[in-house]
Structures are given as structure tokens and as C-alpha cells.
């Protein structure tokens, strides 16, 4: 086969985000878009000649041409094998297990996410190491230098089409290909942590669950595992499909998208456990009947009973959370007589402490949770975690929660997502944020005085890196937070993030309505930010 070398130049734009490469998916099907990204990872790796790539993603539309570009590509390249999802599908959990599985040079993930899909949709790419996690700044910092120096890029011409439907080896030049079954691998994997005879158990007991895949990755992971080797009832996991526009819906498991779900878990006759994951399957949002877990809950939930579960009977090293999370696992951890580590938001800051064995759980209140089993958040494992211990405990997920508020108090947390505004307005009351800040000190509001402000940094204590300009934070007394952040992972405007928390010890107050508690400061919120001010919005888009 001939290897070509295609000119090219710089394309503007290909910075990596907290989680790749995220644009529409008419930005990466114009000419050399995908092809130049893709050799721009390259071109930062070093080493890589004969070693082995995974290779796969979340089935959103334009997933299975992008990996026939990037196939042509990687044997180009020199990569000397590839392991492809069937279908093209590997959920992100599943790929970095596939990649620490195999002792992969790394693995080029196919994904946007929980962003919606389809032609009009979202597109994104990440490239993750040989640990199984995503890449660190150093080497994304990298990868978007190249971009911008780029002048050609290699590819193999060939015209045919590898066929992903059918488990099987290919050959590319002088590259092996390999589509195989990840979702085989995953459940052998799982089957490692928890104690699958107890789950079968509770649901063979007339337990009912509801797990919405939403069209996305983990329908098939979710079908097998749930359904097939758990038992539970065929039709506990509904639209388990992957559709490339996920069925025209929203792939993110939160109140407000996961709506289908949300109406099953407060209607009549709930099932016993709901649980949504997003479209690569790294997300998780955990219901009971009529009751709400928040992910914040839910980190510190699982950090407190780990010991029934057999991956993690025997202690936690330490636990991880993002910055904007709320403290409630921090509690957890002090009475564990285990660390705790507060980092800047993006998954790829816990790799460091989980390589070093300094954490075994991490958490964000972005519905992320995940541990030392791969390098990635992972929803489906997060579901299992609840199930097994429902399974012990023998209690409904209301009584566990409370019960864990009884002993630890409450954390009352909600964060509100003004998602699409007018970047330059973002940026507005983030400067205007910034200006206040020196003057908050000491100053009282709605009975809560400021304690302290910054913009959050982190000095990674593993590798001694640096990572500034992570989050505005207001501290008050009573562990009250409000903080203001611009994500990453959005394709268009700006989403402008603010988190408000507030702790209670007090029992007669954990069941109060959260946005009814944190009312007084959601509202010095929007006025110390001026938010309907600047952006126009007398709303969120999102609340959680």
C-alpha cells in the first residue's frame, strides 16, 4: 500500500479542552481537520513505532469514518497494531481498561461526551495514555503546539473499508487490526470488584431497577451485565440502542435530560433504583423511588461503605475530589483517617494520585465518579457499587442517604449551568467576579461571612506540576461555598458554572428542599456576579 504525504497547514481552534478536542461536527469534517489533529498527536508522542493503539468511541454520528481516517493514519504512522471497538464502539471506562489490559502504547477516544449527537451535533477526540487516562497538560499542551507548526500529515492509501461489524483481524500495510468484543473484557472486570452472587440475589428477591443507557455506549455493557449475568428483568435497561443522535435526545444523566427516567423513578409504582449514564458512559446519575442522589452524596456514600464490597474490603489508600465538588467525602475520609485531595476539574488531574497509590476513589459533582480499577470516571461501575451495597445493607437508597446524613451531616449543594451564552459575556462577569474579590473579605451576606477568595490553583503533589486559573471561590463561614467557573467541554459559546453550598448538622433540616435552603445565597450569587446583568439570562439552563 503507498504512503502518502498530504500538505497542510495550521488549523485555528484545535486546543484541547478539559476533555479533547470537542467541536461540531462540521468543523471536523472539513478538509484536513480530523487528519491534522490526529497527527498532531502523534507528532507529540514519542516511541510509539510497533506498540499497540485502542482505538474506538461513544457511536455518535461521524464515529466510524473518523476511525477509518484515523486507521489509515496510525499505519502510516507506524503503530504495529490497533485494537478497534466492535462497531466502533468502546465506552471511555471500558477503553482505558482495554489500554491498561493489553499494555497499549495509548488510545485515541472518539467522543463529546454528554454533548448532544448527530450531524448537527457534536464531535470530539481525546487521546489517552499508556495508564488508561486521559492525557496530562503537559502532553495536550503539546499536542496543540503541534497543531499549529503542522505542515503535512502521513496516511496510508487504501480504499477499502475495514469492516468493524464483525469481530475479526484485519491488515493495514503493515499494521494488524483487531475488532474485539470490549464489553466481554469490562464485565470480566467487574465481576473482579463486586459481589456478583449477592446482586443476582437481590434482584432474584423482586428488587427493580431502571438503568436508561440514553441511546448511548452502555446500552450493551449495561444489557449484558444487568440483564444477562445479574439477572435483572429483561426491559430494566431501556434505550439501550446506541443511536449516532442517541435518539434525538440529550445524552447527559441529569435531572433535566434524563427526563424519561426521572418521571419512571417518580411515578407510581418506582422501581426500586434508577441510574442514567452520558454518551461515552464515564457519567452516572443515581436515583431511588422518588428521591434524588446527588453525585456529591453519592462519592462520599460510596467512600463510607467501600468495605462491603469486595475490590475495596480492605481500605481505602485515599480519596480524590474536584475542586467544585462539595465536601461531603472530605468528612468521610477524616473519619476513615484517610487523605483527601481537592483538584482543578478534568479527570486526568486524579491519574497522577492513582498511579502513585495515593487515592483509590475520586469523584466530581459533574455525575463523575470512579477509582483505581482504570484511569477514567465510570458509570457503570458507580451503578454496580450502589447495587452491591443495596445489596448488604438491605436498605432503600433513601435510607442509606439519610442515614449517611444522620452520621455525617448534610452537604445542601446544587450547581446552576448557564449553558450557550455569549462568550465574551462569560467572560464579563468573570473579569467583573475577579475585580469584587479583593473586596469581599469579612464582608457578610444573607447571614454568611466571606472567609476567604481566590482563584483556584493546585500543586499536583506527585509531580510537583502547577495548574492555575481553576475556579473563583467565595468561602464563608458554616463550610459555605459559592464558586464561579467557565467550562470546557461545551462547542458553543461559553457555559458559565456557579456552585453553591451550604452544610447543616442540623437532622430536622436534611430534608428541606435544596434549592429552598440555598435560596439566600443563589441569590448573592447572582448579584455579586451580576449574571442577568451581563449575560442576559434571568435563568439557568441547567440545574443539578
Same mark, same amino acid.
Request: aromatic content about 10%; proline content about 4%; glycine content about 10%.
Given at each position: 500500500? @503507498?504512503?502518502?504525504?498530504?500538505?497542510?497547514?495550521?488549523?485555528?481552534?484545535? &486546543?484541547?479542552? @478539559?476533555?479533547?478536542?470537542?467541536?461540531?461536527?462540521?468543523?471536523?469534517?472539513?478538509?484536513?481537520?480530523?487528519?491534522?489533529?490526529?497527527?498532531?498527536?502523534?507528532?507529540?508522542?514519542?516511541?510509539?513505532?510497533?506498540?499497540?493503539?485502542?482505538?474506538?468511541?461513544?457511536?455518535?454520528?461521524?464515529?466510524?469514518?473518523?476511525?477509518?481516517?484515523?486507521?489509515?493514519?496510525?499505519?502510516?504512522?507506524?503503530?504495529?497494531?490497533?485494537?478497534?471497538?466492535?462497531?466502533?464502539?468502546?465506552?471511555?471506562?471500558?477503553?482505558?481498561?482495554?489500554?491498561?489490559?493489553?499494555?497499549?502504547?495509548?488510545?485515541?477516544?472518539?467522543?463529546?461526551?454528554?454533548?448532544?449527537?448527530?450531524?448537527?451535533?457534536?464531535?470530539?477526540?481525546?487521546?489517552?495514555?499508556?495508564?488508561?487516562?486521559?492525557?496530562?497538560?503537559?502532553?495536550?499542551?503539546?499536542?496543540?503546539?503541534?497543531?499549529?507548526?503542522?505542515?503535512?500529515?502521513?496516511?496510508?492509501?487504501?480504499?477499502?473499508?475495514?469492516?468493524?461489524?464483525?469481530?475479526?483481524?484485519?491488515?493495514?500495510?503493515?499494521?494488524?487490526?483487531?475488532?474485539?468484543?470490549?464489553?466481554?473484557?469490562?464485565?470480566?472486570?467487574?465481576?473482579?470488584?463486586?459481589?456478583?452472587?449477592?446482586?443476582?440475589?437481590?434482584?432474584?428477591?423482586?428488587?427493580?431497577?431502571?438503568?436508561?443507557?440514553?441511546?448511548?455506549?452502555?446500552?450493551?455493557?449495561?444489557?449484558?451485565?444487568?440483564?444477562?449475568?445479574?439477572?435483572?428483568?429483561?426491559?430494566?435497561?431501556?434505550?439501550?440502542?446506541?443511536?449516532?443522535?442517541?435518539?434525538?435526545?440529550?445524552?447527559?444523566?441529569?435531572?433535566?435530560?434524563?427526563?424519561?427516567?426521572?418521571?419512571?423513578?417518580?411515578?407510581?409504582?418506582?422501581?426500586?433504583?434508577?441510574?442514567?449514564?452520558?454518551?461515552?458512559?464515564?457519567?452516572?446519575?443515581?436515583?431511588?423511588?422518588?428521591?434524588?442522589?446527588?453525585?456529591?452524596?453519592?462519592?462520599?456514600?460510596?467512600?463510607?461503605?467501600?468495605?462491603?464490597?469486595?475490590?475495596?474490603?480492605?481500605?481505602?489508600?485515599?480519596?480524590?475530589?474536584?475542586?467544585?465538588?462539595?465536601?461531603?467525602?472530605? &468528612?468521610?475520609?477524616? @473519619?476513615?483517617?484517610?487523605?483527601?485531595?481537592?483538584?482543578?476539574?478534568?479527570?486526568?488531574?486524579?491519574?497522577?494520585?492513582?498511579?502513585?497509590?495515593?487515592?483509590?476513589?475520586?469523584?466530581?459533582?459533574?455525575?463523575?465518579?470512579?477509582?483505581?480499577?482504570?484511569?477514567?470516571?465510570?458509570?457503570?461501575?458507580?451503578?454496580?457499587?450502589?447495587?452491591?451495597?443495596?445489596?448488604?445493607?438491605?436498605?432503600?437508597?433513601?435510607?442509606?442517604?439519610?442515614?449517611?446524613?444522620?452520621?455525617?451531616?448534610?452537604?445542601?449543594?446544587?450547581?446552576?449551568?448557564?449553558?450557550?451564552?455569549?462568550?465574551?459575556?462569560?467572560?464579563?462577569?468573570?473579569?467583573?467576579?475577579?475585580?469584587?474579590?479583593?473586596?469581599?473579605?469579612?464582608?457578610?451576606?444573607?447571614?454568611?461571612?466571606?472567609?476567604?477568595?481566590?482563584?483556584?490553583?493546585?500543586?499536583?503533589?506527585?509531580?510537583?506540576?502547577?495548574?492555575?486559573?481553576?475556579?473563583?471561590?467565595?468561602?464563608?463561614?458554616?463550610?459555605?461555598?459559592?464558586?464561579?467557573?467557565?467550562?470546557?467541554?461545551?462547542?458553543?459559546?461559553?457555559?458559565?458554572?456557579?456552585?453553591?453550598?451550604?452544610?447543616?448538622?442540623?437532622?430536622?433540616?436534611?430534608?428541606?428542599?435544596?434549592?429552598?435552603?440555598?435560596?439566600?445565597?443563589?441569590?448573592?450569587?447572582?448579584?455579586?456576579?451580576?449574571?442577568?446583568?451581563?449575560?442576559?439570562?434571568?435563568?439557568?439552563?441547567?440545574? @443539578?
Amino acid at each position: 500500500m @503507498t504512503l502518502q504525504i498530504i500538505s497542510t497547514h495550521p488549523i485555528a481552534g484545535q &486546543k484541547p479542552g @478539559t476533555s479533547g478536542l470537542r467541536k461540531k461536527v462540521t468543523v471536523f469534517q472539513q478538509p484536513h481537520y480530523l487528519e491534522n489533529f490526529v497527527q498532531s498527536i502523534f507528532n507529540a508522542l514519542d516511541n510509539f513505532q510497533g506498540t499497540t493503539l485502542v482505538l474506538g468511541g461513544d457511536g455518535r454520528y461521524y464515529n466510524v469514518e473518523a476511525i477509518q481516517i484515523i486507521l489509515k493514519m496510525a499505519a502510516a504512522n507506524g503503530f504495529g497494531r490497533v485494537l478497534v471497538g466492535l462497531n466502533g464502539i468502546l465506552s471511555t471506562p471500558a477503553a482505558s481498561a482495554l489500554i491498561r489490559q493489553s499494555r497499549a502504547f495509548g488510545g485515541i477516544i472518539l467522543s463529546a461526551s454528554h454533548n448532544p449527537g448527530g450531524i448537527e451535533g457534536d464531535f470530539g477526540i481525546k487521546y489517552n495514555m499508556g495508564n488508561g487516562g486521559p492525557a496530562p497538560e503537559k502532553i495536550t499542551d503539546l499536542i496543540y503546539q503541534c497543531s499549529q507548526e503542522i505542515s503535512h500529515y502521513r496516511m496510508i492509501k487504501n480504499e477499502t473499508f475495514i469492516d468493524l461489524s464483525q469481530l475479526g483481524h484485519h491488515r493495514l500495510g503493515e499494521m494488524h487490526i483487531e475488532v474485539v468484543n470490549s464489553v466481554l473484557d469490562y464485565a470480566e472486570l467487574m465481576q473482579q470488584i463486586f459481589d456478583f452472587p449477592k446482586i443476582q440475589a437481590l434482584f432474584h428477591s423482586g428488587f427493580r431497577i431502571c438503568y436508561d443507557a440514553m441511546h448511548a455506549v452502555t446500552g450493551p455493557y449495561a444489557k449484558f451485565i444487568l440483564e444477562k449475568q445479574l439477572g435483572a428483568p429483561e426491559g430494566s435497561v431501556i434505550n439501550g440502542m446506541p443511536l449516532p443522535d442517541f435518539g434525538g435526545g440529550h445524552p447527559d444523566p441529569n435531572l433535566t435530560y434524563a427526563d424519561e427516567l426521572v418521571r419512571i423513578m417518580y411515578g407510581d409504582n418506582a422501581p426500586d433504583f434508577g441510574a442514567a449514564s452520558d454518551g461515552d458512559g464515564d457519567r452516572n446519575m443515581i436515583l431511588g423511588a422518588n428521591f434524588f442522589v446527588t453525585p456529591s452524596d453519592s462519592i462520599a456514600i460510596l467512600a463510607a461503605n467501600a468495605h462491603l464490597v469486595p475490590g475495596y474490603q480492605h481500605g481505602l489508600a485515599g480519596v480524590a475530589r474536584s475542586m467544585p465538588t462539595s465536601a461531603a467525602v472530605d &468528612k468521610v475520609a477524616e @473519619t476513615l483517617g484517610i487523605p483527601c485531595f481537592e483538584t482543578p476539574t478534568g479527570w486526568k488531574f486524579f491519574g497522577n494520585l492513582l498511579d502513585a497509590g495515593k487515592v483509590t476513589l475520586c469523584g466530581e459533582e459533574s455525575f463523575g465518579t470512579g477509582s483505581n480499577h482504570v484511569r477514567e470516571k465510570d458509570g457503570l461501575w458507580a451503578v454496580l457499587f450502589w447495587l452491591n451495597i443495596l445489596a448488604v445493607k438491605q436498605q432503600s437508597v433513601s435510607e442509606i442517604v439519610r442515614e449517611h446524613w444522620l452520621k455525617y451531616g448534610r452537604n445542601f449543594y446544587t450547581r446552576h449551568d448557564y449553558e450557550a451564552i455569549d462568550t465574551e459575556a462569560a467572560h464579563r462577569v468573570m473579569a467583573h467576579l475577579r475585580q469584587q474579590m479583593p473586596l469581599l473579605s469579612k464582608q457578610c451576606f444573607a447571614g454568611y461571612c466571606v472567609q476567604h477568595c481566590d482563584d483556584f490553583s493546585y500543586r499536583d503533589p506527585v509531580d510537583n506540576s502547577l495548574s492555575e486559573n481553576q475556579g473563583l471561590r467565595i468561602l464563608f463561614d458554616h463550610q459555605a461555598r459559592i464558586i464561579f467557573r467557565l467550562s470546557g467541554t461545551g462547542t458553543e459559546g461559553a457555559t458559565l458554572r456557579v456552585y453553591i453550598e451550604a452544610m447543616s448538622n442540623d437532622n430536622a433540616e436534611h430534608t428541606q428542599d435544596t434549592q429552598h435552603v440555598l435560596a439566600p445565597l443563589i441569590k448573592v450569587a447572582n448579584e455579586l456576579a451580576k449574571i442577568t446583568e451581563l449575560t442576559g439570562r434571568t435563568e439557568p439552563s441547567v440545574i @443539578t
